[in-house]
């Protein structure tokens, strides 16, 4: 415990070659608990992670332990060497090793994001879209969006709207915007009718203008989106 303690108040005073050594030089006495071992071994390789994975690699190799956290840094240090086939084969031998894992939100969401490096956007939507329907990661935007993102790679842009329905961050909203595209063009009005296989959902196509003093581009803005036989409302309005 106060090798991790004084690791981390190190690394907070930005003295973070300090911390390292402390750390490898804890590692090399040896004689640890698994779990003590597990967790410096886990701070060690977020230190060095981005000025040498293939230390990481070296280091997690040599511990052959078989923890989650660390099968994860593994296949993190693989993904900065470009080494992203391997990774990958990590990730979904663990996984079929133990289905459980697929459920923890950081392999989850790290295998994805692997499938979508080297442009296999439908193995991220036949390993996630099974998962949200079993109902996990509800409240996990980052996954929600990545499997959004790939749901509009494949062509099924619907899906994505529905994924993301009620979200208002700027990336989520960037990806709906990408898939009302996808679904004709511009904005769905209202009554367009998204159908999936279990619910369907209803847009609305009223549109908020929001405005500065420029006159004549609101009203501009306003009659163009009309032509689209969408509802602009204008605040003052």
């Known amino acids: 415990g106060y090798v991790l303690k004084s690791s981390k108040e190190l690394v907070n005073l930005g003295k973070q070659d300090e911390a390292e050594v402390i750390l490898k030089s804890a590692l090399q006495r040896g004689s640890w608990d698994e779990l003590s071992e597990i967790k410096m071994l886990t701070s060690l390789s977020k230190l060095i992670m981005e000025k040498d994975p293939t230390e990481v690699l070296q280091l997690i190799d040599a511990s052959k332990s078989r923890d989650p956290g660390l099968v994860l840094m593994k296949a993190t240090a693989l993904g900065n060497l470009n080494r992203i086939p391997e990774a990958i084969t990590l990730l979904e031998n663990e996984v079929e090793t133990n289905p459980n894992l697929k459920y923890e939100p950081d ?7 692997l499938y979508r490096q080297v442009g ?3 193995k991220t939507v036949n390993f996630l879209a099974p998962i949200i329907e079993e109902g996990y990661f509800k409240d996990h935007l980052l996954i929600k969006q990545i499997l959004a993102d790939a749901y ?3 062509r099924k842009a619907d899906k994505a709207l529905l994924l993301l329905e009620g979200q208002q961050d700027r990336r989520s909203m960037e990806m709906i915007d990408r898939a009302r595209r996808d679904l004709g063009g511009g904005i769905p009005s209202e009554g367009f ?10 847009i609305s196509k009223s549109i ?3 405005h500065g003093h420029d006159d004549h581009l609101k009203q501009s803005t306003a009659r163009f989106l009309e032509k689209l036989e969408m509802k602009p409302v204008i ?3």
């Open 107 to 113: 392999i989850a969401s790290k295998l994805s994001i």
């Open 120 to 122: 296999n956007d439908q």
């Open 152 to 154: 509009i790679r494949t």
């Open 193 to 202: 009718k998204i159908e999936t296989e279990t619910k369907s959902q209803y």
């Open 208 to 210: 908020f203008i929001v």
């Open 235 to 237: 605040l003052h309005e």
